[in-house]
């Protein structure tokens, strides 16, 4: 199943799967962003960051892949890796409508304390879908989240071009008190592509309502330009 992520992690990034294969294949990407976000919040302090990211799909629907990120976080002292693991299964119904179920592993060596697992589920039918993902220890903060988010795009006349969208929040359960989460994040923009090459510009915002433990944004609300440029392979 093909699948891809929004919102940076590799945001691979904000849906999920949209067609089948015939045979098993890897794929990946390698590029530059211009700030690395992560559903609304920069991992690398506003500053550039270059990425890779490996995806392999097999034949009945199984999947795995990862990124690797080298970025900077708020108030670190140089720049280190960040990786991200997915795997998973993916599968179309007749109908259509394609669903998917999995785990994705997000490791920080510069902050180790943060690293996490999240579980999740979604569904998809052309070129809208939906995900929900659930994390039992979000960032090392001891408390429970939950990620909702909604994807979309549509490609425009002449074929060159590809709008696209993306919403979520970012809930806390039954969290202490200073370890409250609220957070809206949405995102809009265009992909263009030729030949092996990806470029996409987007504009990025962020409203968070209530947070304890992260200090990477200081505004309640946020808002940013995009430019990411890469090659697949």
Not at 11 to 19: F, R, S, T
Not at 47 to 61: C, E, I, K, L, T
Not at 202 to 227: C, E, M, P, W
Request: glycine residues 14%; charged residues 15%.
């Amino acid at each position: 199943m093909a699948k891809f992520a929004g919102n940076g992690l590799v945001c691979l990034c904000g849906a999920l799967l949209l067609c089948s294969p015939a045979h098993a294949q890897f794929s990946g990407s390698a590029g530059i962003v211009s700030d690395y976000l992560y559903r609304g919040v920069s991992l690398s302090a506003g500053q550039a960051a270059p990425r890779v990211a490996v995806n392999y799909d097999s034949v009945d629907g199984w999947y795995a892949g990862g990124q690797v990120v080298a970025a900077r976080l708020d108030g670190a002292a140089r720049r280190a890796t960040q990786w991200m693991g997915y795997a998973g299964y993916a599968q179309q119904l007749p109908s259509g409508l394609s669903w998917e179920a999995g785990m994705t592993r997000y490791a920080f060596p510069q902050r180790p304390g943060w690293h996490f697992n999240e579980l999740y589920g979604g569904v998809a039918l052309d070129n809208l879908s939906v995900r929900l993902s659930y994390a039992p220890d979000y960032l090392g903060l001891r408390t429970r989240t939950w990620y909702g988010e909604a994807s979309g795009g549509m490609d425009l006349p002449g074929g060159r071009l590809r709008a696209f969208w993306h919403l979520g929040y970012l809930g806390s359960i039954h969290a202490a008190p200073g370890a409250m989460i609220g957070r809206y994040d949405a995102r809009l923009g265009l992909q263009a592509g030729w030949q092996d090459w990806r470029a996409e510009l987007s504009f990025d915002a962020a409203h968070k309502r209530q947070t304890g433990g992260y200090n990477d944004i200081d505004a309640r609300t946020t808002r940013q330009v995009v430019l990411s440029v890469g090659r697949t392979f």
